[in-house]
């Protein structure tokens, strides 16, 4: 199906493991874009990306990494898993600038 | 980069009753002005967006309002029913495609 997709929905993961979230976009956009959302914080932007092999940092970008070897897909890892970084994940992507931004469903995580 | 801020943070009305969300922002250079919803357990939708050579838009229920002077721009939900009960969203961001969301308006419409 088109759209945007994130995997897994939900993970649960400890303390010091890698974890990789999934983002999967079927309309060839150009930008694409991880926030993570917390009580009290809002959406707060971790990387965002202008096109394949063209990534860069947002507002909280330490403890992630991410990649664009493709178009379509945009994995954020956690390389080593840390509690602070227990929060919902949201991929979104979007044609161009100040273009609609589709969102994912997200991906609750929990570092125990 | 473009500062954005949202007020109120919270809402509370009666269903029927109208909402009105506001959104201040720095850059006059901006051109974009988007709202989004955010309905629980549910990633963001744009509802309305609006340009700035254009002073007001609707769509039903929902209108936005820019204010190119003031450097605001509102949302005006009118005859609120409890599916509007959501969180709302005016990223900004810098001249590019770093959209900042922030923390949002929790509108409550009570029944």
């Known amino acids: 199906d088109a759209g945007i997709t994130q995997s897994p929905r939900y993970k649960i993961t400890e303390t010091g493991r890698q974890v990789t979230l999934m983002c999967h976009q079927t309309?060839?956009?150009?930008?694409m874009f991880w926030y993570r959302q917390d009580l009290g914080h809002g959406l707060r932007l971790i990387y965002y990306?202008?096109?394949?092999?063209?990534?860069d940092k947002g507002e909280v970008p330490d403890g992630y990494v991410v990649s664009r070897s493709k178009t379509e897909n945009f994995p954020l890892t956690l390389e080593s898993a840390t509690r602070s970084q227990t929060s919902v994940y949201f991929c979104?992507?979007?044609?161009?600038?100040?273009?609609?931004?589709?969102f994912g469903s997200g991906t609750q995580l929990s570092v125990l | 980069g473009e500062n954005v801020e949202q007020h109120p943070s919270t809402l509370s009305v009666q269903e029927g009753d109208s909402a009105v969300i506001k959104c201040t922002y720095s850059d006059s250079a901006s051109n974009y002005f988007p709202w989004y919803k955010q309905e629980l357990g549910k990633g963001p939708q744009l509802i309305i967006d609006i340009r700035s050579n254009v002073g007001e838009k609707k769509d039903q229920r929902i209108a936005v309002t820019l204010n190119k002077t003031a450097k605001h721009f509102s949302l005006h939900i009118t005859e609120t029913q409890p599916e509007d009960s959501a969180v709302y969203f005016c990223p900004g961001g810098d001249s590019s495609y770093k959209l900042i969301f922030g923390s949002g308006t929790r509108l409550l419409v009570r029944p």
């Open positions: 990306s202008a096109a394949a092999d063209i990534t």
């Open positions: 309309w060839s956009h150009s930008y």
């Open positions: 979104a992507s979007s044609w161009e600038t100040n273009e609609k931004l589709f």
